[in-house]
């Protein structure tokens, strides 16, 4: 399947594959969460079905933002990873949540708060870096077993 976009802006671009209510929500699962297989995505609080849970990886790994692989010590089960490509969203992650934090919580009071959201809006760019270096070590053991 080939990627449709509406123009050649690179915003609209960007938010022809990312602006979907799903797909940000799967990278943020696999990021800060550490899902990683399809049974990890099922049973998320977000409770994505089925159906648009297989399309959105397929898009997600057509666009080259996730690769899908085995497990290496179990070839049964299908492992979601996320690509440079994908990490490279973690500002925009990081963006999101700092905003939410900002601008929704006097309508949504109940949003996370703790020690990692005073780091996230003490400074974000290191909360992002954390996050990328804690995936990478976690893929590390993940596929090279390291």
Request: charged letters at 30%.
């Amino acid at each position: 399947m080939r990627q449709d976009f509406r123009c050649d802006c690179p915003f609209t671009s960007a938010l022809d594959v990312l602006g979907d209510k799903w797909i940000l929500v799967i990278v943020k699962q696999m990021l800060i969460e550490g899902k990683e297989t399809f049974k990890d995505f099922t049973e998320s609080e977000e409770a994505i079905a089925t159906n648009i849970l297989s399309a959105k990886l397929k898009i997600l790994e057509e666009v080259g933002i996730v690769v899908k692989t085995k497990r290496p010590n179990n070839k049964k089960t299908n492992l979601y990873l996320l690509t440079e490509k994908g990490l490279a969203l973690a500002p925009i992650l990081v963006g999101l949540a700092a905003w939410s934090d900002k601008h929704l919580r006097d309508i949504h009071p109940t949003i996370v708060d703790g020690e990692e959201m005073v780091f996230l809006r003490n400074d974000q760019a290191a909360f992002g870096n954390v996050l990328v270096a804690e995936y990478r070590k976690k893929l590390a053991k993940t596929v090279l077993g390291v």
